[in-house]
């Protein structure tokens, strides 16, 4: 489940080590019989044993380092080009809160520990559960020294929140208690102190891929997530313009397992820059 584990920031655990490519024996021994001396040489210099990455055979194309054998087909023209998959983001109308069940609510948030203008405003008052989480996970990052931006936090449903929501009698959204709150620290401060445009955007790409990882993960475990919703991120108090936003998503390259498509929402109302307490 995806409650075990402790953030989204567990990327590195999770991150796919490069493969070394490797020869079989037979074709190896084979191979290495009928190359004449220059040719014989050739292989020898590229051969795992003098420290190079090494190719199937010997051959005028080297293979390039890290590249696996597919891809090194695939510019070769051995077989189909490899095309990555990208991120598809979907526009739509209508209200980011009144999500699907299981779905996960994105958006923008800074390293400090507050949703305290914009859109964060409205998610601490639907989840203030999730809000105490991301809270005391920017505390944690602070406290150890750990830059936390360009990652992202994958907040699970709070369990007592369907008992609570059903207290209240709330029924606007009653799928609310089943969200995931997904959290992309792509400033590391708010308001006058945060982070430049470019710098926002470049921190947008690897927090948007650990939060398509954590879901990925937590999908993995067992855990039932549906949709990634999310608010148009960045565009509003981080004064980033939403296009640019939209065209690095949508150049991500979705890795193996991770869902492929956001929908994105807009509010109708224009912004009101005005901040609610901290
Ligand atoms: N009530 C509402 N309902 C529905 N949609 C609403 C809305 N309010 C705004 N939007 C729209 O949601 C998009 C993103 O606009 P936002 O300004 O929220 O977020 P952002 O990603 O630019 O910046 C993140 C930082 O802003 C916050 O406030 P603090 O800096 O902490 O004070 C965070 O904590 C971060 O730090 C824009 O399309 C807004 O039109």
Sequence with gaps: MATKRKSALDTEDQSV????????????????????????????EA????????????????????????????TNGDSKPHRPMRLTVIEKGGDLFGAP???????????VGSWGGGIAVAFKKHYPAAYKKYNHHCKQATASKTQIRG???????????????????????????????GCLFTSAEYGRRRDKPAQILEATRPAM??????????QKDGAELSEIWMCKINSGLFAVPWQKTRALLESIEVENGMPQTVWVYDREEPLVVGKSKR
């Design 209 to 218: 891929l650990d939060l398509l990882r954590a879901v990925a993960n937590a």
């Design 151 to 181: 990652t992202a936090f994958l907040i699970p449903p709070h369990r007592d929140s369907s008992a609570r929501l059903s207290k209240v009698k709330d029924q606007s959204s009653p799928s609310k208690s089943t969200h995931y709150i």
């Design 101 to 111: 069940p299981h779905a996960v609510l994105v958006h923008a948030c800074n390293t």
């Design 47 to 74: 051969s795992p044993d003098s420290g190079q990455l090494s190719c199937d055979l010997p051959s005028p194309t080297r293979c390039v380092e890290g590249q696996s054998p597919k891809q090194h087909d695939a």
């Design 17 to 44: 080590a490069p493969t070394s490519i490797k020869r079989p024996k037979s074709r190896h021994t084979e191979s290495k019989q009928n190359l004449d001396n220059t040719r014989r040489r050739e292989f020898l």
